[in-house]
């Protein structure tokens, strides 16, 4: 579906070490416009700090990135110019708690954008529906349960027009009861063409929405592929335990 | 005993002009040590390495002499050095906002730091640049919770004050003692003098208690009211 598309993000190489770890050693993929790609790999593995490095909230030590054929790293111009054009969407939500959920959206849309406040208050409560929280825009993140405060999340990524978002574990946070309604946000944001990069553990969700699954383990890429490749005929076989044991710890969701 | 009500009498007008320029140098210092406060605790959460350490050492100094001896080492010495001809009302806010600056910054530091970093990140992500973020998303959280540490700070600057007794300064305790010494009436008035200090610290941390109500966050610190 997506093979002809322009290719969103790529990235090269991509190292890191903190202190004597090597905790990314080498990293490359792309992403084409439309497509969701699926990181998953055991705790500690990198996944975190490689979606940071993408944005440039870690700098990596070696490797490259780029957006839209513009080179994201090692630029001495403003890093802001790209970071608004990539999402990112945290575990832990990241909420600004002082500030309504209308005006979390809102916030990045007037002191980013620099858009008047009537039309990013527009802006920020069409996002908010889309989420499918209007109700709630007056309310702020300690008012609401987990599941609507990452909803909020999604909608304060969504509403910035970004070129591709990063969640980080979006679901790994809530209550098993709240997990649904964030993947079906996700879910539709996917099929509405948005590009995502999507570490999550959630094996049901990348099996139906992943255009690509990537299975990183001790920084380096061990397996990649289709949901198919790696569930039914993975290269590896510590892909292969990785999956079978990570389905048994998460459960299979419903819409398996 | 009446000699004493009679004594009160005629110091309680005395005293109450004491009273503002006291209320003035609580005022001024703490205001200085605000402004220099905020962006000290900034820079020692986000500034470079050489900064911090000027900050820290800054923080060590005023931290680590009493009062006293600072208001000494200034008024008499540092400011006649550079040949600063400053009032002693001026002086005593210089030295007191300087200390509190010290205080005020670490108040802010623990609170920015409490914040933890995803809401620098967050901030970030979305393409705002350090200080947008610092204006905009950490300092409106930080000095809210800030509020009940600063509270505290006036209440200990406020009785600090007093110590500018010992440059003369005609605040409530200069005020106090004169009059005490001229009626030989000394408990009667230090009572007074006491219980204006009692009042104003009352005051002050009522009015910045029901400020910390005004702007408190919906939602926090009331959970057990479901959803
Ligand atoms: N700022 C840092 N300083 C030092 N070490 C770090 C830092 N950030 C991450 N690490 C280390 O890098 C390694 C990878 O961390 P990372 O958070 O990227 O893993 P992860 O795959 O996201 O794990 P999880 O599934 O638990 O979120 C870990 O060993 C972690 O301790
Ligand atoms: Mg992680």
Redesign the pocket.
């Known amino acids: 579906m997506q093979e002809d598309q322009p290719i969103v993000l790529k990235i090269e190489n991509i190292h890191?070490r903190?202190?004597e770890?090597e905790?990314?050693k080498g990293v490359s993929f792309t992403v084409k416009r439309g497509e969701t790609k699926v990181i998953i790999?055991?705790?500690?593995?990198?996944?975190?700090?490689?979606?940071?490095c993408i944005n440039q909230l870690?700098i990596p030590d070696q490797g490259r990135v780029w957006l839209e054929d513009e080179e994201v790293t090692h630029i001495k111009k403003d890093i802001n110019l790209f970071r608004q054009k990539i999402g990112m969407v945290f575990?832990d939500f990241n909420l600004f708690d002082h500030l309504t959920a209308l005006r979390n959206v809102e916030i990045g849309l007037i002191k980013v954008k620099g858009m008047n406040k009537k039309q990013a208050r527009e802006r920020a409560y069409n996002e908010l529906l889309r989420v499918g929280l209007k109700d709630q825009a007056n309310l702020y993140p300690a008012q609401l349960s987990g599941g609507q405060k990452q909803r909020v999340s999604i909608a304060r990524a969504l509403a910035m027009d970004p070129s591709v978002i990063l969640f980080?574990?979006p679901t790994?946070a809530l209550d098993p009861e709240l997990i649904g309604e964030v993947l079906e946000v996700i879910k539709n944001l996917a099929l509405s063409g948005m590009t995502m990069v999507v570490?999550t553990?959630e094996m049901g969700f990348a099996r139906s929405v992943a255009n690509e699954i990537i299975f990183?383990e001790n920084?380096m890429i061990l397996d990649q592929g289709s949901p198919y490749d790696l569930f039914i005929n993975p290269k590896h076989e510590r892909t292969k335990k990785f999956l079978y044991k990570i389905t048994e710890l998460y459960g299979k969701s419903k819409d398996e | 005993m009446e000699e004493s009500w009679l004594a009160i009498y005629e110091a309680l007008p005395y005293l109450l002009k004491g009273s503002a320029v006291t209320i003035g140098l609580v005022a001024g210092a703490l205001a200085l040590g605000l402004i220099l406060g905020i962006p000290m605790a900034i820079n020692q959460v986000y500034g470079n390495k050489y900064i911090k350490i000027i900050i820290s050492f800054y923080v060590w100094f005023f931290r680590g002499i009493p009062v006293l001896v600072l208001l000494f080492l200034f008024y008499f010495g540092l400011f006649v050095l550079l040949g600063l001809d400053l009032s002693a009302f001026k002086a005593g806010i210089l030295v007191l906002g300087l200390r509190s600056a010290a205080y005020q910054s670490q108040i802010f530091r623990g609170s920015i730091q409490s914040l933890g970093e995803g809401q620098m990140l967050a901030s970030l992500s979305l393409g705002m640049s350090k200080i947008q973020a610092i204006w905009n998303i950490i300092l409106p959280q930080a000095i809210r919770i800030s509020l009940p540490g600063w509270s505290n700070e006036y209440s200990i600057i406020l009785k600090d004050s007093a110590v500018t007794y010992a440059i003369g300064l005609m605040e409530i305790m200069t005020r106090g003692k004169f009059i005490a010494t001229r009626t030989f009436k000394p408990m009667p008035i230090y009572l007074i003098c006491a219980l204006i200090f009692l009042i104003l610290t009352y005051g002050g941390v009522k009015l910045l208690s029901e400020l910390e109500k005004k702007v408190r966050i919906p939602g926090f610190g009331n959970k057990g009211e479901g959803n």
């Open positions: 890191k903190y202190g770890t905790v990314l790999g055991p705790s500690g593995s990198g996944k975190s700090t490689l979606l940071r870690t575990q980080d574990e790994s570490v553990h990183i920084g």
